[in-house]
């Protein structure tokens, strides 16, 4: 059984940072690719940034590139969604996926139950 379980989201205020956390269960992080999606109220989930199990390279929103950072830690099975300079637009339920291609929600098979990031202005 998949499990993915998203820690670290909160309230912070403009240009503050927050990491999120991704704990899997049931799937080995190093074996597939791992993404962030968000979705804000009223607005379909949006692709933020992925990983590929292959060769760790990484993909990014261009509203987010530069400022947000996904990793992983193959010893503890995480990823982590490092998040720098945030802004009021950032705030979203941000949900960790498994096992997709790309920035297409619809072709990732496992999701989290997401953590919520405010960020006030």
């Known amino acids: 059984q998949v499990q993915l379980v998203e820690s670290g989201g909160g309230l912070v205020q403009t240009g503050a940072s927050l990491r999120l956390s991704c704990a899997a269960s049931?799937?080995?992080?190093?074996?597939?690719?791992m993404g962030w999606f968000r979705q804000a109220p009223g607005k379909e989930r949006e692709f933020v940034t992925y990983?590929?199990?292959?060769?760790?390279?990484?993909y990014y929103a261009d509203s987010v590139k530069g400022r947000f950072t996904i990793s992983r830690d193959n010893a503890k099975n995480t990823v982590y969604l490092q998040m720098d300079s945030l802004k009021p637009e950032d705030t979203a339920v941000y949900y960790c996926?498994?096992?997709?291609?790309?920035?297409?929600?619809?072709?990732?098979?496992?999701w989290g139950q997401g953590t919520q990031v405010t960020v006030s202005p």
């Open positions: 996926a498994a096992g997709g291609v790309g920035d297409r929600p619809t072709s990732y098979n496992y």
């Open positions: 049931g799937v080995t992080v190093s074996r597939i690719n």
């Open positions: 990983i590929t199990w292959y060769s760790g390279s990484t």
